[in-house]
């Protein structure tokens, strides 16, 4: 996936706790994001390539998560998409839309800023409760005949980088896996860089895929 070069986060939402929280946390990660209110789902077309939109469900003019809308929207914006009461089979059809994630709209501002950081580095963001219903999903879509990925993945990494992969594949954020691993978050990031590079693959939940002998 691309990385995002826009300093703007353009965010679809009624709420204006929500609103003014995201547009309060400021500096995100290396980047200086400026928060713009969008108040029409029409403004979502005329943004350019690359945008990253944080879209809340429960606006009242949210498109149907059916509508052909969202993946069009999708084919040239990176959306999150935010909800006040999170729940899978939402994020699962958000994400099926073309979402890049799908998050909590009052989770603390550490979680929102990794989200953004995550998603605008061009990666998924999602739960583990919601990454665990996707992997099962897909799964039972491959049926019986499907020949299951053995973990060849393993022979391409080193020690290091398959215990980083497999904690990641779980679920484990960059910081839980360098207090078990006794590393820095920069040295769990540049084995993260280096595990998708050897296996060709673009974000976590393709990690979680392989890891977990689904893909």
Known sequence: MRRLDSPSLHIFTADETVFHRIREMGTL??????????????????????????????????????????RAWAGHLSIIVLSSEPRDDEGILAMDSGASGYCNAYANEATLRQVVEVVASGELWVGRSLLTRLLRGVSQNLGKSAAPTSDAWRKALTEREVEVATMAAQGASNLGIAEVLGITERTVKAHLTSIFEKLDIADRLQLALRVHGVK
């Open 29 to 70: 990660g290396d980047a200086h994001w400026h928060a713009k209110r969008l108040t029409n789902p029409v403004e979502l077309d005329n943004l350019p390539v690359g945008s990253l939109v944080m879209i809340d469900s429960a606006h009242a003019q949210r498109p149907d998560w059916n509508d052909t809308r969202w």
